[in-house]
């Protein structure tokens, strides 16, 4: 008795855990590529504009006003939103080095990760970014206060909100 298609994807849904979709690996891995080009795309944009706007402050008159701490927090934010557009960027890298070479759900997982530490670079850029144009405007303690409640408001939009819906759903749904 040959196996038909059908009960080839139950026994793949069976391995994976759960109802799912019907989808081989290679095209679960190519449905998982475009979401996390549509993700990219957003973040790109973002980090290329605030990255855009931290090159030009130094170019300012009033960049040599700055006190030696937000000199250096101007050379920590720059660093960040260098290394938050490296990570950000670099999915793409990932796809068009290895693309033709068979390695789609592992180039996904991979991009994937290199995703996640550019959002975590870019939570890190955003309050540092915050930080100095705060301490610039404020010339006051409030600043860091600011940041701090801000920086909780990314922690809770970007993971909390997450986490909660994750945990308000049925045990039983599959991942993906």
Do not use: N
């Amino acid at each position: 008795m040959t196996a038909t298609p059908e009960a080839d994807g139950d026994a793949d849904r069976r391995r994976e855990g759960g109802a799912g979709r019907r989808e081989t690996p290679e095209e679960r891995a190519d449905r998982r590529w475009t979401d996390l080009l549509q993700e990219l795309r957003v973040a790109q944009t973002g980090v290329q504009i605030l990255f855009g706007f931290l090159l030009a402050v130094v170019f300012q008159p009033r960049f040599a006003e700055l006190s030696d701490t937000d000199h250096t927090i101007y050379v920590v934010t720059v660093m960040l939103g260098s290394a938050t557009a490296a990570a950000l960027i670099g999915p793409v890298s990932y796809h068009r080095l290895l693309t033709g070479h068979r390695l789609k759900p592992e180039t996904v997982t991979w991009a994937s990760r290199l995703t996640v530490l550019g959002l975590g670079l870019l939570f890190c850029t955003m309050c540092s970014a915050l930080l100095l144009i705060l301490r610039v405007a404020l010339h006051s303690a409030l600043a860091l206060w600011l940041v701090g409640g801000m920086a909780l408001w990314f922690l809770a939009c970007w993971l909390v909100f997450p986490a909660w819906a994750l945990a308000r759903t049925s045990p039983g749904r599959s991942r993906e």
